[in-house]
């Protein structure tokens, strides 16, 4: 009885190790049910069978990117041939297992002649159809810290659905060799405002905030304050991004508060009556763009104090501007040339000291070739001198003067004109000059030497 029991029991193991190798020769030489190579279902086939699969599938090149068809490449062949077999029976090994197993598994196997389409034309028609995608999609904006209301406030990030281009291209370089292209969405990120370049931004604008500027205008010091003047200002890739409006407005004030471009000046004459003058060239402002430029700079610096002088502007022959350090008489000063032209004289002053007086004729009233009257200043002197233009009549002169002092834009100015025979006190009226101040030879070399370049003109 123990002998037949003996038996039974050995005959039962040997069916088993029969069965079980069986079963492991068959799991050897098939691939699981659910395993697929490069997207292709080669469940149960041998190494064989599976290649011949292969051999025949095109493929359609549809690229998807969530559930969008992002780009619609060409048909191609897979590229299989009959030397790829030795890759699909490695494939066979990797994916073996002894007992049957339905767990869904991609293998990828490269093609020995695997089209490049997919690597080069189809993956840049990729990108350019992403690139294109983004461009009506909503962009993510980073948090950033700014000055506002005179405190440093941090504004969170806004998420986009703009896609990140560099990672879904690098998906695809995954997945290129399966049969189907789907990637998954992924979408550009802003910088929270958490992150440490926030924290970096807090820190340089804080620093800003507690800076301030004295602007030294003449003798006047105005206080321009970063807490009080910056608002919008960012700190950005090691930069400060300063937004000038309030400094702009500021320089602004200043200008019509205290800068004598174009303005009407109070101006005694010699007979002791003020009169108002409107200036011409004569004056200077403030360039508010070169202003703004040096406080932004001074700020950024972290210097306390710079002066006007260096953005200051003016008109004609000068443009950087007359009279900024002219503190008295209204901006013109004590050192001056006075003209009058009902009295058809001028005068010179020097630090308040009448120095010269003398008479001359003026521009022709009868011809509307009257001086012009306003302040202006000496543009240039220079002896002799070749004066050129054209008479009332339309006839073109040329003439030469020993002396010459030009003050106006349009040509006028003090000169010789040994040409002259009729210095009557009115010849103004109707034999006057085309617009200049005629003078005598010998009382044109002294208004030559007594005026210099800049000095103001006051004509009424």
Known sequence: MKHKLSIGISTVIVVIGVALGGLAWHQAKHFNANVTINGVKVGGLDAKEALAKLKTITIDNDVYVGENLIYRGQTTKAGFTTKDLAKVQTALKKQFSFFPNKAK???????????????????????????????????????????????????????????????????????????????????????????????????????LLQRQVTYEVQTTPYVFKAEELLNGTKYQDGKYQIQTNGIEDKIAQINASQATLG?????????????????????????????????????????????????????????????????????IGDTYVEVSLAQQRLWIYKNG?????????????????????????????????????????????????????????????????????????????????????????????????????KEPVIVY
């Not at 022709?364 to 543009?379: D, H, R, W």
């Open 105 to 207: 598994k991609n293998l990828t196997v490269v093609p020995t002649k695997a089209s490049n389409y997919r690597q080069t034309t189809l993956k840049q028609g990729v990108q350019v159809a992403l690139e294109k995608a983004n461009q009506t999609r909503q962009k993510a904006v980073d948090a950033y810290a700014w000055i506002q209301d005179g405190k440093v406030q941090v504004v969170d990030a806004k998420k986009g659905n703009q896609y990140d281009v560099a990672k879904i291209l690098q998906q695809y370089s995954k997945v290129s060799s399966t049969k189907s292209l789907r990637l998954k969405e992924v979408f550009l990120q802003p910088i929270g405002a958490k992150d440490e370049s926030i924290s970096e931004q807090k820190e340089a604008l804080e620093k």
């Open 263 to 331: 303005k009407s000046f109070a101006f005694k004459t010699t007979d002791g009556n003020v009169i108002n003058v409107q200036g011409e060239t004569y004056g200077w402002a403030i360039d508010k763009q070169a202003a703004t430029q040096s406080i932004v700079k001074a700020l950024e610096n972290d210097v306390s104090q710079i002066n006007a002088k260096e953005n200051i502007y003016g008109k004609g022959y000068l443009t950087y501007g007359t009279g900024y350090d002219a503190l008295s008489n209204d901006g």
């Open 353 to 453: 000291q009448q120095i010269l007086t003398c008479t001359g004729v003026t521009g022709n009233v009868a011809t509307n070739e009257k001086t012009p009257t306003g302040v202006y200043y000496i543009m240039y002197k220079q002896s002799p001198s070749v004066l050129k233009g054209v008479h009332s009549d339309g006839e073109h002169y040329e003439i030469e003067v020993k002396y010459w002092a030009q003050f106006t834009n349009s040509g006028c100015g003090f000169h010789d004109a040994t040409w002259r025979t009729n210095w009557d006190k009115d010849a103004y009226l109707t034999d006057g000059s085309g617009g200049c101040f005629n003078l005598s030879l010998e009382d044109a070399q002294k208004v030559y030497d007594a005026v210099f370049q």
